[in-house]
């Protein structure tokens, strides 16, 4: 059985940074990605970051690009997303999300195993 358990988020102001945390246990399928997604109160989910295969090929939203960093520990089974000069619109609820068969790496469809959420809040 999957379980994704996201911690991290929190409360920053404008231009502070967080770094989120996903657990997860009992995921095998390093050949796919594991990632991030985001959604805000009247918007649909959108990927922010990925990391996919034994390779570690990263992916992120135009939106965060230069601003955040994915990575893994593979020892700790563990996702990390490092979120800085954050801005008010990065305020969501942050999913940590893994694949089962592949795919678009920032579809949500692409993605079957998923976390409870962590939420971020940017003041400005």
């Known amino acids: 059985q999957v379980q994704l358990v996201e911690s991290g988020g929190g409360s920053v102001q404008a231009g502070g940074s967080l770094r989120l945390s996903c657990a997860a246990s009992?995921?095998?399928?390093?050949?796919?990605?594991m990632g991030w997604f985001r959604q805000a109160t009247g918007k649909e989910r959108e990927g922010v970051a990925a990391?996919?295969?034994?390779?570690?090929?990263?992916y992120y939203a135009d939106s965060v690009k230069g601003r955040f960093t994915i990575s893994r520990d593979n020892a700790k089974n563990t996702l990390y997303l490092q979120m800085n000069s954050l801005k008010p619109e990065d305020t969501a609820m942050y999913y940590c999300?893994?694949?089962?068969?592949?795919?678009?790496?920032?579809?949500?469809?692409?993605?079957?195993?998923w976390g409870q959420g962590t939420q971020v809040t940017v003041s400005s």
């Open positions: 999300a893994a694949q089962r068969y592949g795919g678009l790496w920032y579809h949500p469809s692409t993605f079957l195993y």
């Open positions: 990391i996919c295969g034994a390779s570690g090929s990263r």
């Open positions: 009992g995921y095998t399928y390093s050949s796919y990605c």
